[in-house]
């Protein structure tokens, strides 16, 4: 009797350090989404601080670069931890840049002759920072997404044209790289729809270098069902779920 209680308690122990071991390792596991969101977009508003803080603007890519990196290895606490200091650096870099008014001035009057005198831009965040929000212009300087049939990674003809342009685009700005997001709409196990998400990028790398362009202006990233672009539970929402993102890296 005293022999079978123990054989109990110790099953009971393992089993409640295996769930616990699982719990774990699948907290571990999540993507730092929101980390990154909120990196990418302090870096994106610091981008005065490429010319007015360029040292504090630099070290803020580099460290946003290794989180990128690391959370395409799935080293997810890595990544999450760089975010954080990423969008404090990027943080950083704007303050310092709004305290340079003499450069601060510089780039404004830049900005201003840009838009007025040339009517176009060597730089795409320069431009969408510049027109108006209504301006048809801006669709020159912005990389829309593509949507893929159920269970699919093969490029609809409709889509086949917006990547026509999304090669124009990469040819007229050549210092940019882009992050191809591939996403999947909720139906499917998380694995497989991290692994679909992966063929859409591979297939949309593949449809842009077919067209010319360079194999090393592309990162990927995979986020399976956990990013939904819409949220519901019927086709319109699927629909708009399977898809690529196109995210500018800046030079």
């Not at 606490?77 to 404090?88: L, M, Q, S, T």
Request: net charge negative; with cysteine; aromatic share 10%.
């Amino acid at each position: 009797m005293k022999n079978s209680m123990k054989k109990t308690i110790i099953i009971f122990a393992l089993t409640a350090f295996a769930a616990a071991a699982l719990l774990v390792s699948g907290c571990a596991a999540k993507q730092p989404i929101v980390e990154r969101q909120l990196a990418e977009e302090a870096f994106a508003n610091a981008i005065a601080a490429k010319k007015c803080a360029w040292a504090k603007y630099q070290t803020a890519e580099q460290k946003l670069n290794m989180a990128h990196d690391y959370d395409m290895r799935k080293e997810y606490e890595k990544a999450r931890d760089f975010y954080v200091v990423a969008k404090r650096l990027s943080d950083d870099a704007y303050f310092a840049a709004k305290e340079n008014k003499d450069c601060m001035d510089e780039l404004e009057v830049k900005n201003s002759e840009s838009g007025e005198n040339r009517g176009e831009y060597q730089n795409a965040d320069e431009a969408l920072s510049v027109l108006p929000k209504n301006d048809p212009k801006r669709e020159e300087y912005e990389l829309k997404r593509i949507h893929f049939d159920f269970d699919s990674s093969e490029i609809a003809l409709d889509q086949q044209e917006i990547l026509k342009k999304h090669a124009e685009w990469l040819s007229n700005f050549p210092a940019y790289k882009v992050r191809l997001e591939g996403h999947a709409d909720e139906r499917g196990t998380g694995e497989y729809n991290l692994s679909l998400g992966e063929l859409r990028c591979f297939a949309v790398r593949k449809f842009l270098i077919n067209l010319g362009v360079g194999e090393d202006r592309f990162d990927m990233m995979s986020y399976g069902d956990e990013m939904p672009l819409v949220e519901g539970h019927d086709e319109n929402a699927w629909r708009s779920n399977r898809r690529v993102e196109f995210t500018k890296i800046a030079p």
